[in-house]
C-alpha cells in the first residue's frame, strides 16, 4: 500500500472515517503503524479505532490489547475519554477484571490520571458484573480520596439498587440528588421507572414517571417506550394508549422507531390488530422507516387475527421496501397459510426459505403439522431424514408424524417413530406416549395401549395425568369399567390429583354400568375437592340417575345446578323429560318441556322425538301429533326416528281398539 507510506496522523484519521467496514479499518490502521520506523499515531487515532474495536464482534474486540500496547509503546499521551472508552469496551465484553487493570495503570499506559468519570466506569463495572458486595467499599474509596461523587455516580447507584430489587433504597437515592443538588436527569429517572415495570409494579413506576413532570425534569422517548411496554405486558391497552397519547401531545419529545414498535407489537399481541395498523400508518405519516420488528409484529398479528391476506400484503411490502425477511418472519408468515389452509402458498414460501437458508426447527414444526394434518404423511416421512441430518427436528415434528400414523392406523409405523426419536437423541415426552396410546385406544387396541403406558418408567418418562384420563376413557368407552377404576385406584396412589376431565370420564363409565351409589360417591368427592361440576359432568349423572329409575334425584340435581350458578342446555332438559316418560310421569315431563320454552331454549328434533314417544306410549297420540305440528310449524324436520314413532303409535292404538 504505497499511497498510504507517508501518511499523517489528520489523513490517516479522515481515511479511517470514510471506511465503513471495520476489518478494513483495522488492515489500514495496522498498514499506517508500520509506514515508517518513526512514525506515530494521534490520540484521535487511537480512540477512533478504538472505538471502532470496542462495539465490535468479540474477534475484532481482540485486536484491543495490542492497540493499547502499542500507545503505551508509542508513549502516546491520550485524555481520559480514551481510556474510558477501553474500559467500557472491556465490561460490555464481560472482562470486569481487564477493565480494572487499565483503570489501575491508566498512567502507565495512558498518560493520563483517572478522574470522577472513571471511577464511576469502574463502579459501573462491578454493577455489569453483578459485583455488588465491591460497589459500596468502591464509593467508600471515593470519597476516601477526596474525589466528589457526581450525578453519573448516584445514577450508578441506583442501578445497583434496582438490580438487587431494592426499589425504595432506589427512590431514597433519587431524592438524595436533589437535596444534594445534582438535579437528576432522565437516565436517573428512567432507570428506576424501568426496573419497577419490569417487576410489574406499574402503578409505583407512573408514580416516578408522573414526578418527572411535576420536578421539572422532560422524560426522554425511552421513559414513554418502557411505561407502554409495560403496560402492555400486563394487557393493559388502555393505559398503554393513555402514555403514547402523552408522548404525541408532547413537544419536546417525539415517537421514534422504537416506540412505534412497542406500540404495534403491544396492539397485535393483544388482539387489537386494526388499530396496530392504524399505528403503523400514523408512523409512516411521520416519516419513521418500518423495520424488520415492525413488519415481523404486524404480519404475526394479522396471522394471529385470521387476517392472512392482510398479512401477506404487509409481507409483500416488506420485500418490495427492500426489508430482508429472517426466519421469525417467514414462519410467521408460514403458520398463517397453513393455519389458514393455503396449502400452496405454504409450499412456494417453504421452497422460498430453503432457497434464502432460513429454515429453523420451528420452520419444520410448522409444515410438518400441514403435511401430517394435510394428508401428505407420505411426504413428510419422505422428508424426515433431511430434518434430521439437518438437526432441524424436536419432539414436537415426532409428536406430527406419531399422531398422523395414528389418524391411519398405521401404529406399527408410529410405534417404530418412537424407536427412530430415540436413535436421534430426541427423548419422547408424555405428549408422544399420550398420543400413541390414544392411537392403540382408537383402533380397539386397549390391550397394546396399556402394555406402551406400563412401558413408559422404563422408557425414562413415567405417566401423567393426561396418560391416566386417556387409558381411562378408552377403558370406560370399551365397557371395561373395572380396569378403569383400578387406574383411578393407581393414578392416587402414586400422588396424582384427579382433575375434571378425570372424573367427567370415571362418572360417564360408572353411570353407563349402571354403578349409580359409586357415581354419586364420586359426585360428593368432586364437591368435596373444591371443583365445580360443569353442565357435561351434571348431564352424565342425570342421565346416570334416570337410566335406573331415580329421576326425582336427577331432578332435585336439576334444581341445584341454578344454585351453583351452572347453567342447563337442552341436552339436560331432553335427559329429564326421557326420564320422566320412562316412568311414566307424562305431566312432569311436559312442565320440563315448559321449561325448556320459559327460559328461551329452542327445542330440537330429539326434544319432539322424546315428546312423542313419550306421549304415545301413554296413548296420548292426539297430543303427540299436536307436538308433530307444532314441529312442522317451526321448520324442524321430522326424522325416519320420528314417523317411527308415529307409525308405532298409530298401530299400537289400532290393536288396542
Same mark, same amino acid.
Given at each position: ?11 490517516? !484519521? ?45 474477534? /475484532? ?37 481487564? @477493565? ?56 450508578? /447507584? ?36 424501568? @426496573? ?19 420536578? %421539572?425534569?422532560? +422524560? ?37 422507531? %422504537? ?72 414462519? @410467521? ?41 394435510? %394428508? ?59 398420543? !400413541? ?60 390429583? +384427579? ?9 360417564? %363409565? ?43 334425584? @336427577? ?20 335427559? !329429564? ?81
Amino acid at each position: 500500500m504505497a499511497s498510504n507510506r507517508y501518511l499523517s496522523p489528520k489523513q490517516l !484519521l479522515q481515511l479511517l472515517k470514510s471506511e465503513k467496514n471495520t476489518h478494513s479499518a483495522l488492515a489500514l490502521f495496522d498498514s499506517a503503524t508500520h509506514q515508517q520506523p518513526s512514525y506515530t499515531h494521534s490520540h484521535a487515532v487511537f480512540h477512533h479505532i478504538l472505538r471502532r474495536l470496542t462495539n465490535s464482534d468479540s474477534k /475484532l474486540f481482540s485486536h484491543v490489547p495490542r492497540i493499547v500496547n502499542l500507545i503505551q509503546t508509542q508513549k502516546c499521551l491520550c485524555p481520559e475519554d480514551v481510556a474510558l472508552t477501553v474500559i467500557k469496551g472491556y465490561t460490555k465484553h464481560s472482562m470486569p477484571q481487564e @477493565a480494572l487493570h487499565v483503570f489501575q495503570d491508566m498512567v502507565n499506559l495512558f498518560g493520563c490520571q483517572p478522574g470522577i468519570r472513571s471511577y464511576n466506569s469502574i463502579l459501573n463495572t462491578f454493577v455489569e458484573s453483578n459485583q455488588f458486595d465491591k460497589v459500596e467499599d468502591f464509593f467508600n474509596y471515593i470519597h476516601s480520596i477526596g474525589l466528589s461523587p457526581n450525578l453519573q455516580t448516584y445514577n450508578i /447507584l441506583i442501578k445497583v439498587s434496582c438490580r438487587k430489587k431494592l426499589f425504595a433504597n432506589a427512590k431514597k437515592l433519587l431524592d438524595w440528588t436533589w437535596t444534594s443538588g445534582l438535579n437528576p436527569d432522565s437516565r436517573s429517572y428512567g432507570t428506576l421507572i424501568n @426496573a419497577l415495570a419490569k417487576d410489574g409494579d406499574l402503578v409505583a413506576a407512573r408514580e416516578v414517571f408522573d414526578e418527572m413532570f411535576e420536578r %421539572g425534569v422532560l +422524560p426522554d422517548v425511552m421513559c414513554y417506550s418502557i411505561l407502554i411496554e409495560g403496560y402492555f405486558k400486563k394487557r393493559d391497552c388502555v393505559m398503554a394508549k393513555e402514555v403514547f397519547d402523552l408522548l404525541v401531545r408532547s413537544s419536546s419529545v417525539f415517537p421514534d422507531v %422504537g416506540t412505534y414498535n412497542v406500540m404495534i407489537n403491544g396492539l397485535c399481541k393483544c388482539g387489537r390488530v386494526d388499530e396496530a395498523v392504524e399505528i403503523c400508518n400514523r408512523m409512516k405519516k411521520n416519516s419513521r422507516e418500518m423495520n424488520l420488528f415492525t413488519y415481523s409484529s404486524l404480519i404475526h398479528g394479522l396471522c394471529e387475527g385470521g387476517n392472512v391476506e392482510g398479512a401477506e400484503r404487509i409481507y409483500r411490502e416488506m420485500i418490495d421496501s427492500g426489508v430482508a425477511a429472517d426466519v421469525v418472519t417467514y414462519n @410467521a408468515m408460514l403458520n398463517g397459510f397453513c393455519r389458514a389452509g393455503k396449502k400452496q402458498e405454504a409450499f412456494e414460501l417453504w421452497e422460498v426459505m430453503k432457497i434464502r437458508g432460513c429454515r429453523n426447527v420451528v420452520s419444520y414444526n410448522i409444515f410438518f403439522m400441514l403435511l401430517c394434518n394435510s %394428508g401428505y404423511l407420505n411426504k413428510a416421512l419422505q422428508m424426515l431424514g433431511e430434518a434430521e441430518y439437518l438437526g432441524n427436528v424436536d419432539a414436537f415434528v415426532y409428536s406430527s408424524m406419531i399422531n398422523g400414523l395414528c389418524k391411519e392406523r398405521r401404529l406399527e409405523e408410529a410405534t417404530d417413530m418412537v424407536n427412530r426419536m430415540v436413535k436421534c437423541r430426541c427423548k419422547p415426552n408424555h405428549h408422544i406416549f399420550n398420543v !400413541l396410546i390414544n392411537g392403540f385406544i382408537q383402533s380397539s387396541k386397549h390391550d397394546h395401549a396399556i402394555q406402551l403406558f406400563r412401558e413408559m418408567d422404563s422408557k425414562g418418562c413415567s405417566p401423567n395425568i393426561i396418560s391416566y384420563n386417556t387409558l381411562m376413557n378408552g377403558l370406560c368407552k370399551a365397557e371395561r369399567f373395572s380396569e378403569a377404576s383400578s387406574f383411578m385406584k393407581e393414578m392416587l396412589e402414586k400422588g396424582w390429583k +384427579p382433575d375434571m376431565i378425570t372424573y367427567s370420564t370415571l362418572m360417564n %363409565g360408572l353411570c353407563r354400568d349402571k354403578k349409580i351409589n359409586m357415581a354419586l360417591s364420586l359426585w360428593s368427592q368432586v364437591l368435596d375437592e373444591g371443583f365445580k361440576p360443569d353442565v357435561i359432568l351434571h348431564n352424565t349423572l342425570i342421565d346416570g340417575l334416570c337410566k335406573v329409575g331415580k329421576v326425582k334425584d @336427577a331432578l332435585q340435581l336439576y334444581l341445584n345446578m341454578k344454585k351453583s350458578n351452572c347453567v342447563p342446555n337442552l341436552i339436560t332438559y331432553n335427559t !329429564l323429560m326421557h326420564g320422566f316418560y320412562k316412568i311414566g310421569d307424562c305431566d312432569e315431563a311436559l312442565v320440563i318441556w315448559c321449561h325448556i320454552q320459559e327460559y328461551g331454549l329452542k327445542p330440537d328434533i330429539i326434544s319432539y322425538n322424546i315428546t312423542l314417544n313419550g306421549l304415545s306410549s301413554c296413548n296420548r297420540i292426539s297430543e303427540a301429533v299436536e307436538f308433530l305440528n307444532d314441529a312442522l310449524n317451526r321448520g324442524i324436520k321430522p326424522t325416519v326416528v320420528t314417523w317411527n314413532i308415529l307409525v308405532r303409535a298409530v298401530m299400537n292404538d289400532g290393536t288396542k281398539r
